[in-house]
């Protein structure tokens, strides 16, 4: 199975920060990477389909990209509204889908 | 508006057989590229995807669980069932059912044509707790 690592575990980062968060995979997965949104006791949310591509209503400044083992995700001005741990999830060896173990975004 | 509700006990005893249920509505399982996934959470760790069923009835499980699980669909009461077997304490998660979709696309490399496909889980329920001891 492809394995996923993201970095860092956590981060801290004030309202209208940037905030970036890695995802590496353990081989070649080409586009084939979802990021979710998961805010504390809540269900996960698709953020972001095939590595770079916003899912309809979520708010542009979240952003993704990369192909091949190491992917990007973006926060442009992060709002209070952020405040969630974060997912990669590739799909290209499927089964099975595996996740990224998350990031945890958080204020400073 | 698509939504999905898991539903199922919430404690269950060690060697015991989980049986959880996925409703559904706003969409059809038999619908050309709908897919259900379920996925679990233990306290304060990541997700982890237990398996996917396709309106074709075709299958996939996690690799380390696939003995131990069975998914079912019930098209006609948009429902989607799986069931855990030999339940152990480890198994104490929040179990989520969510919507896949599977997007089926080409990629042409000189004269071969070889299938590609989109997977999102695009959207969740709200989970179910479910928790193992004796």
């Known amino acids: 199975d492809i394995q996923m690592t993201q970095s860092p575990s956590s981060l801290s980062a004030s309202v209208g920060d940037r905030v970036t968060i890695t995802c590496q995979a353990s081989?070649?997965?080409?586009?084939?990477l979802n990021w979710y949104q998961q805010k504390p006791g809540r269900a996960p949310k698709l953020l972001i389909y095939?590595?770079?591509n916003l899912e309809t209503g979520v708010p542009s400044r979240f952003s993704g990209s990369g192909s091949g083992t190491v992917f990007t995700f973006t926060i442009n001005s992060l709002q209070s509204d952020d405040i969630a741990t974060y997912y990669c999830?590739?799909?290209?060896?499927?089964?099975?889908?595996?996740f990224g173990p998350g990031t945890k975004v958080d204020f400073k | 508006q698509v939504t999905l509700r898991e539903s199922g006990p919430a404690l269950v005893k060690p060697t015991q057989t989980l049986t959880l249920t996925c409703t559904f509505s706003?969409?059809?399982?038999?619908?050309?590229?709908?897919?259900v996934s379920w996925i679990r959470q233990p306290p304060g760790k990541a997700l982890e995807w237990l398996a996917l069923?396709?309106?074709?009835?075709?299958?996939y499980y996690n690799t380390a669980l696939k003995t131990r699980l069975t998914i079912a669909k019930d098209t006609s009461k948009n429902q989607v069932v799986l069931t855990m077997t030999n339940m152990d304490p480890l198994d104490t998660a929040t179990y989520y059912c969510?919507?896949?979709?599977?997007?089926?696309?080409?990629?042409?490399?000189?004269?071969?044509?070889?299938?590609?496909?989109?997977?999102?889980?695009?959207?969740w329920g709200q989970g179910t707790t479910v928790i193992v001891s004796s």
């Open positions: 081989q070649d997965i080409s586009t084939s």
């Open positions: 095939e590595a770079s």
């Open positions: 999830q590739q799909y290209h060896d499927f089964p099975p889908f595996t």
């Open positions: 969510a919507r896949t979709l599977r997007v089926e696309t080409t990629v042409i490399t000189g004269p071969h044509r070889k299938p590609v496909y989109y997977y999102g889980m695009d959207v």
């Open positions: 706003g969409f059809s399982l038999s619908t050309d590229g709908m897919c």
């Open positions: 069923i396709h309106r074709d009835d075709d299958k």
